[in-house]
Nanobody, 123 residues
Framework: QVQLVESGGGLVQAGGSLRLSCAAS??????????MGWYRQAPGKQRELVARITIGGTTNYADSVKGRFTISRDNAKNTAYLQMNSLKPDDTAVYYC???????????????WGQGTLVTVSS
């Protein structure tokens, strides 16, 4: 019963910026989320990791977005962000938020996915 809600997607011109947000929520208190990440899936292509961040702040990025995208999180708000700069048409995809090892007051969750938000970068 943990949900991830993405926001911030939309249409942007090449070279522009967007910031995606992913807010985790539950009917009871969330104590911790071990890893939060962003994945994307372009039309006709495989879903791929974009970036992820651990509860301790360790980050990983796909080579294609290094230097352009920045992942961050606010543990108090159970929210992850993806700042996307210098966007390219190849960044066009549905972006999905992912959370791994979520602990609530009464139980734990192995993995949860958001519904996705569409990012379209025009040339």
């Amino acid at each position: 019963q943990v949900q991830l809600v993405e926001s911030g997607g939309g249409l942007v011109q090449a070279g522009g910026s967007l910031r995606l947000s992913c807010a985790a929520s539950a009917s009871e208190r969330i104590f911790s989320i071990n890893v939060m990440g962003w994945y994307r899936q372009a039309p006709g292509k495989q879903r791929e990791l974009v970036a992820r961040i651990t509860i301790g702040g360790t980050t990983n990025y796909a080579d294609s977005v290094k230097g352009r995208f920045t992942i961050s999180r606010d543990n108090a708000k159970n929210t992850a962000y993806l700042q996307m700069n210098s966007l390219k048409p190849d960044d066009t995809a549905v972006y999905y938020c992912n959370a791994v090892n979520i602990a609530t007051r009464s139980q734990g969750y192995l993995e949860v996915w958001g519904q996705g938000t569409l990012v379209t970068v025009s040339s």
